[in-house]
């Protein structure tokens, strides 16, 4: 953990206000994940993009129970800024445990789904959400190991849903009624 916390120590000692904005635009988008919602949403009302959306949203169904139900009670880590108060926070403190990073998991679990379907904009969506996950260390709210581990976990969900809707559904997803 030591090189953790010198890591996110270098990170508190290149704040500045134009980062700090940028970190915060970015914290604050991925607070309950309302962009890649909303991208999902969209993505269903059109046929060429409906396997993606139905993709974002299965991921981040599997990414609520794996990360936030199951891991981060049974890992039970504590943020960086329960362990070092005397670090001024940006944001208010969260209540729940660090392990695994809620929004580096919903970024890549997310992003990675629309990579699989839509190659430029999954390229997009990769950058962002590695910006969010980045942000999550500069505001000292996450272990380096927490994002690292979510930027997998997110990816190999992004993977399984994907794989599991070309297996099993195959172009009949394309037949869904546009009212969902």
Known sequence: MN?????????????????????????K???YCLPWLAAAVIMLFFK?????????????????LIGNLLLKNLVAR???????TAVPLLISSPSSFSFPSGHTFDGFAT???ILLYHKK???????WA???????MYLF?????????????????????HKIIEKYAGNNIYKINRTI
């Not at 904009?121 to 950058?127: C, P, S």
């Open 3 to 27: 090189w953790e916390f010198s890591f996110l120590y270098f990170l508190q000692d290149i704040h500045t206000p134009l980062l700090d904005s940028i970190m915060l635009f970015f914290t």
């Open 29 to 31: 988008m991925g607070d």
């Open 48 to 64: 060429k993009t409906r396997k993606c959306g139905i993709a974002i949203i299965l991921s981040l169904l599997l990414k609520e």
């Open 78 to 84: 504590n943020r960086p800024c329960w362990i070092d």
């Open 111 to 113: 992003s990675v789904s």
């Open 121 to 127: 904009l999954g390229i997009a969506a990769v950058i």
């Open 130 to 136: 590695a910006i969010t996950a980045f942000s999550r």
């Open 141 to 161: 709210v996450h272990f380096p190991t927490d994002v690292l581990a979510s930027v997998v976990l997110g990816s190999l969900v992004a993977v399984a849903v």
